[in-house]
């Protein structure tokens, strides 16, 4: 079976960081595009970052661009996203996506998912 699990989700206040982890098994990592999206609350969900299998990065949203950066680890089949200088308009639900080959801005392309972990920025 295919898993996709998030971590380092928690509560920072302002001006702060945090790094998100992904680990996805059951699939051949090296094969597959992955990619990160949030949601915050009422809102619709939001590709916010992919990188595919030659290591080449996409930033889908102009408010993260420079603050979040997305890398991978394929030895240990993992996924992270630094992000940087949070504010509280980062909260959200962050997901974790794969996607095999390539990478897309659209969440519909993507064909496996993680439960999420929750990022909260105080003011």
């Known amino acids: 079976q295919v898993q996709v699990v998030e971590s380092g989700g928690g509560l920072v206040q302002a001006g702060g960081s945090l790094r998100l982890s992904c680990t996805a098994s059951g699939l051949p990592f090296d094969d597959y595009a992955m990619g990160w999206f949030r949601q915050a609350p009422g809102k619709e969900r939001e590709g916010l970052s992919c990188?595919?299998?030659?290591?080449?990065?996409?930033y889908y949203q102009e408010s993260v661009k420079g603050r979040f950066t997305i890398s991978r680890d394929n030895a240990k089949n993992t996924l992270f996203l630094q992000m940087n200088t949070l504010n509280p308009e980062d909260t959200a639900m962050y997901y974790c996506?794969?996607?095999?080959?390539?990478?897309?801005?659209?969440?519909?392309?993507?064909?496996?998912w993680g439960r999420g972990t929750q990022v909260t920025v105080s003011s």
């Open positions: 990188i595919n299998r030659r290591i080449v990065s996409f």
């Open positions: 996506a794969a996607r095999w080959k390539s990478c897309s801005a659209s969440e519909i392309d993507f064909n496996f």
